[in-house]
């Protein structure tokens, strides 16, 4: 059994940060793709980032390019998303996934998935 556990959301005042974490169990880390999405209430959930086992590879939503980042530490673990200058349109609950293989962002391509961190940015 897979379990991923998020952290670090909050409330932030528009132009401030976060740092989100997943802390994983279950299963190699290292050997599976990470992802973060997030779900605004009344909309679909979407693609924010992913990095592959390696950390080699990391894409991200262009709605979130150049104010986040993605990293990991496969030592502890752990998935990280850093979020800087946030917005209010950032707000949403933000969830992290695992799969096998390659990074994706695609929601449906990913086999477990935590319960989620509210983030809410005031304006």
């Known amino acids: 059994q897979v379990q991923l556990v998020e952290s670090g959301g909050g409330l932030v005042q528009a132009g401030g940060s976060l740092r989100l974490s997943c802390a994983a169990s279950?299963?190699?880390?290292?050997?599976?793709?990470m992802g973060w999405f997030r779900q605004a209430p009344g909309k679909e959930r979407e693609f924010v980032a992913t990095?592959?086992?390696?950390?080699?590879?990391?894409y991200y939503a262009d709605s979130v390019k150049g104010r986040s980042t993605i990293s990991r530490d496969n030592a502890k673990n752990t998935v990280y998303l850093q979020m800087n200058s946030l917005k209010p349109e950032d707000t949403a609950v933000y969830y992290c996934?695992?799969?096998?293989?390659?990074?994706?962002?695609?929601?449906?391509?990913?086999?477990?998935w935590g319960q989620g961190t509210q983030v809410t940015v005031s304006s």
């Open positions: 996934a695992a799969r096998d293989g390659v990074v994706s962002g695609n929601p449906t391509t990913y086999n477990y």
């Open positions: 990095i592959s086992g390696s950390a080699y590879r990391t």
């Open positions: 279950g299963r190699t880390f290292s050997s599976s793709a």
